[in-house]
């Protein structure tokens, strides 16, 4: 790898960190449709990477929402396991099936995420609800077993975190104030992440010299993004996040038509 690629893999992360941190939906999502349309990169071995900087961002947040005492750490280990599993099993399918399939259903997620950024599902009035009934609790408890095992699979095939659909599920369903969902997300994803990226790194398809560089742009972007999340024009940022999902995914597609379909 020439130092052109290392500075190119460089920007690409610290950009992708300071998108993610702004609009809140993690460098991941964005940061692999960049790496395979962007650099080239084959949409593995861009999952792949993307692992090591999802696992080198949340464990930055994670450390400092747990020195805040945001985590629900037993709630987090207790949904891990089927997040863990959800992760593994997703891994081993994704080394298995044609490129085609990633790269198809990552431009699915893309637009889910668009979705979500445009209509901000996790800002629902309602974060603590109290006691609830056992019907309530039920389904509660149901929704976490979701979020986590969805978490899980998206990190697993697609090399993201999952918290932009694991927070509002852990907040809309189990009722979590909006920065506990975020926090608890946060601490399972770097967990999954590095279960995800075993598989990866055992089937030869994670280049340790390809993610330092991605990581350490996504983890220098997301402090940066961080900073700069209060004095932008959330809205606005929101519209061109959505916008910029929908052109990387009608790009993915049209990546996928020209090999002749997933």
């Keep these: 790898m020439g130092p052109v690629f290392f500075l190119l893999l460089l920007a690409t992360g610290f950009g992708t960190g300071v998108l993610g941190a702004m609009a809140g939906i993690g460098g991941g999502v964005v940061l692999v449709p ?39 750490v037993r709630l987090g280990l207790a949904l891990q396991s089927v997040a863990t599993l959800c992760a593994l099993g997703a891994s081993a ?4 099936v044609p490129p085609q399939a990633i790269t198809t259903v990552l431009a699915v997620v893309l637009v889910i995420t668009a979705g979500l950024v445009s209509l901000r599902l996790w800002l629902a009035p309602g974060g603590s609800r109290g006691p609830e009934v056992t019907a309530r ?5 149901i929704m976490g077993l979701l979020a986590a095992a969805v978490a899980g699979a998206a990190s697993g095939f697609l090399g993201i975190g999952g918290g932009v659909v694991q927070v509002p599920l852990l907040h809309l369903g189990m009722g979590l ?49 961080a900073r700069l999340a209060s004095r932008a024009d959330q809205r606005l940022l929101e519209r061109l996040v959505a916008a910029l999902l ?3 995914a009608v790009q993915l597609v049209r990546r996928v038509a020209a090999a002749g379909g997933p």
Excluded: F
């Design 177 to 225: 104030p909006v920065r506990v969902a975020t926090a608890t997300s946060a601490y399972m994803v770097g967990l999954t992440a590095v279960a995800s990226s075993a598989v990866y790194r055992t089937h030869g398809l994670l280049d340790p010299m390809l993610a330092a560089p991605a990581a350490l742009g996504v983890l220098g972007g997301a402090l940066a993004g």
């Design 246 to 248: 929908i052109v990387l």
């Design 34 to 72: 960049l790496l395979h349309l962007g650099l080239g990169l084959p949409v593995r071995s861009a999952v792949g990477v993307s692992l090591v900087a999802v696992l080198a961002t949340s464990s930055m947040a994670a450390g400092l929402y747990l020195r805040e005492g945001l985590p629900l």
């Design 137 to 141: 609790r039920l389904r509660g408890r």
């Design 93 to 96: 399918v994704a080394v298995r």
